[in-house]
């Protein structure tokens, strides 16, 4: 027997992640290297019922039989203790939600690298491609960065671009973002085991933020013009779902398209192939969407049970 390759022998790896978008990177990782520990959030309460769920990460976790770890906070002695006692050779993070202390990053000898779906160093923060989604652009990605103290500062070691498509939702997108981080990952682990991937820095001079919504940024605000309240349509599913008000109720978007209308902002100005909305300019016309305390239904069965009349504002 000759001496084993070393891209055979399996990488130590801790993988960090919480949400949904971090699941196909966890199972690509899994699926070739040696994943010592998964460290996720504490299980919370969820849902209307606030029962206490366990977040997507660690459902997933335990299917696949990986050791799970749910520290309150990464920055808790007890943890980084049984951390480093765990030997990583390489931290992979995705959609973990703590920012890790330097004792984390300066713990494994190939350092924390993070899968973060948009083309850094646009986009840096929470939500990348739903903000992209809301800025009317075509093109985003995935970029596989080295961890710095900064937020989505550090180097870059792999991206790779994507088309957004014309109707697609942030739900959609992210889905699709989620697979290519996965597979990019793993592309990204092969260079840094061969040592053929170098660190790129990033250009500050192009950098934009992207900070989590809040539920307020919903509000449709109808001068504006009709393309961009499709926008943030799209860019507001799953959540927090962009919305106005109709007879003192909330009243949830979650489609729309195009219209060839116009009118004074917020008014129905039309009930023929979808609820049509008069924009700033243009308008929308509402294909999906959900009364408060109703569930969401197409516009045809809402148009029927509440007497929907054109002339009617929005908003």
């Not at 990204?188 to 307020?216: N, R, W």
């Not at 001068?223 to 779902?241: D, F, H, L, S």
């Not at 007879?247 to 949830?252: C, E, N, R, T």
């Not at 909305?277 to 029927?304: D, H, N, P, Y």
Request: net charge neutral; aromatic share 6%; hydrophobic share 40%.
């Amino acid at each position: 027997m000759g001496p084993m390759n070393p891209l055979q022998k399996k990488l130590r790896i801790c993988f960090m992640g919480t949400a949904a978008f971090a699941l196909p990177t966890m199972q690509a990782v899994a699926a070739v290297e040696e994943v010592v520990a998964v460290v996720t959030q504490p299980d919370r309460p969820r849902g209307r019922g606030r029962e206490v769920a366990p977040p997507p990460v660690k459902a997933r976790a335990l299917r696949l039989g990986l050791p799970i770890m749910q520290p309150e906070r990464v920055k808790d002695p007890l943890f980084l203790s049984q951390l480093a006692e765990l030997r990583p050779e390489l931290i992979v993070v995705a959609a973990f939600g703590q920012i890790l202390p330097a004792a984390v990053l300066d713990l494994p000898p190939l350092g924390c690298v993070n899968v973060h779906p948009s083309l850094l160093p646009k986009y840096r923060g929470a939500a990348p491609f739903q903000r992209a989604i809301i800025q009317g652009e075509s093109r985003t990605g995935v970029s596989i960065y080295r961890m710095d103290q900064g937020m989505d500062t550090g180097p870059l070691l792999l991206t790779r671009e994507v088309e957004i498509a014309e109707a697609e939702t942030a739900e959609e997108l992210g889905d699709r973002l989620a697979e290519i981080g996965g597979e990019l990952v793993v592309e990204a682990i092969k260079g840094l085991k061969q040592g053929t991937l170098k660190l790129v820095p990033q250009d500050e001079k192009g950098a934009s933020y992207a900070p989590l919504f809040k539920k307020t940024d919903g509000l449709i605000p109808w001068q504006e013009a009709a393309v961009q309240i499709r926008n943030r349509i799209r860019g507001m599913v799953p959540w927090p779902v962009a919305y106005t008000a109709w007879q003192g109720k909330m009243l949830k978007v979650y489609k729309g398209r195009l219209g060839e209308g116009s009118g004074i902002p917020g008014e129905i100005i039309s009930l023929d192939s979808g609820i049509e909305v008069a924009c700033g300019t243009g308008s929308i016309v509402i294909e999906e969407l959900q009364m408060e305390g109703g569930k969401r239904i197409g516009w045809a069965e809402f148009a029927r049970g509440h007497r929907l009349t054109p002339g009617e504002r929005l908003g």
